[in-house]
C-alpha cells in the first residue's frame, strides 16, 4: 500500500519544484535578483562529507546560538537541539551540497554569485516520491496554523546534520568563547564553513554547512513511507510549503 502523509506538512507545488531542481545539474532556480537575463544555475553537487549516525537519531540544527555559548562558558545548561522526530536507520550517509552560481556586479566588481542552493542527508537511493517538512521532536503538527514552516534558526548562517546521541560532544568544539569571540577549534575542515567534528568513543559525526538565518528541513519519502532523502533549504530557497 502507498505511503499517504499528513496534507499539513505536505510541500507544495513551488517546494516541490525546487527540491528536485536544485540537485538537477543545469537546472535554472530562477535569475538575479534585480536583473531577470541572468538565470541562476545549478552548476553541480559536491560530496561533502560522509556522517555516522550511530543512534538513527538526527539533530538538523545550528552547531551553537549566541545565548548557548554565555551559558556554556558560565557552566549553565544549554538548550536541547532540534532533533527531528523521524528516526532513520544506524548507518553511515552521504551528505552532499547542491552549488549554484548567478554572475553580478556589486559596485562595478564582478562577482561570481556561487551559492549553497540546499544541502542532503543521503538516507538511500530509492526514488523519492513526495516531499513533507520535517517536525522536530517538540513540535506538534496540530498546533501548525496555515503557511507555517518548521525551521531551524542559526545566528551565524550555519546548520549541521549531527548524530543525537552524541550532541554533548559533538557540539562543545563551537559553544567555546574568548572574551565573547568564539574560540579556534580543532575540527576537519570541510569546505567555506563546513567542517567535521568526530566522536570516536561514540563512533558519531557533525558536519556544518552554510544555512543563511537557519533553514527548513524537507523529507523525502519513498512510496512506502520511508525516508530516503533529508534536504536543507535557506533564503529563497525555503519555498512556499
Not at 541572468?38 to 555516522?52: D, K, S, W
Not at 536507520?89 to 553580478?104: D, K, T
Not at 521532536?137 to 545566528?155: H, N
Not at 568544539?173 to 575542515?189: L, S
Amino acid at each position: 500500500m502507498q505511503w499517504v502523509g499528513d496534507s499539513r506538512l505536505a510541500a507544495g507545488p513551488e517546494a516541490t519544484w525546487y527540491l528536485e531542481a536544485a540537485f538537477t545539474p543545469g537546472a535554472h532556480l530562477g535569475t538575479v535578483y534585480d536583473d531577470p537575463t541572468t538565470p541562476i544555475v545549478v552548476t553541480g553537487i559536491e560530496e561533502l562529507a560522509t556522517i555516522r549516525v550511530p543512534s538513527g537519531r538526527l539533530v538538523v540544527d545550528a552547531p551553537w546560538h549566541d545565548d548557548d555559548c554565555q551559558k556554556y562558558e558560565k557552566g549553565l545548561p544549554t538548550r536541547p537541539p532540534r532533533e527531528l522526530a523521524v528516526r532513520i536507520p544506524p548507518g553511515v550517509y552521504r551528505v552532499e551540497i547542491a552549488w549554484s552560481a548567478g554572475p553580478y556586479e556589486f559596485f562595478g566588481e564582478h562577482c561570481d554569485g556561487v551559492e549553497c542552493a540546499a544541502t542532503r542527508l543521503c538516507v538511500s537511493d530509492d526514488p523519492v516520491v513526495a516531499w513533507e517538512m520535517g517536525l522536530g521532536v517538540d513540535e506538534d503538527v496540530d498546533r501548525l496554523q496555515a503557511g507555517d514552516r518548521p525551521q531551524f534558526y542559526s545566528d551565524a548562517n550555519v546548520g549541521c546534520f549531527a548524530d543525537a546521541g552524541a550532541w554533548t560532544t559533538l557540539a562543545a568544539p563551537f559553544r567555546k568563547v574568548v572574551d565573547g569571540v568564539p574560540a579556534p577549534r580543532d575540527t576537519e575542515q570541510l569546505a567555506d564553513e563546513c567542517e567535521r567534528v568526530s566522536d570516536e568513543s561514540q563512533r558519531a559525526d557533525l558536519v556544518t554547512f552554510g544555512a543563511v538565518s537557519g533553514g527548513v528541513v524537507w523529507l523525502g519519502r519513498t512510496k512506502a513511507g520511508d525516508v530516503a532523502m533529508i534536504v536543507v533549504t535557506t533564503g529563497m530557497a525555503g519555498a512556499k510549503a
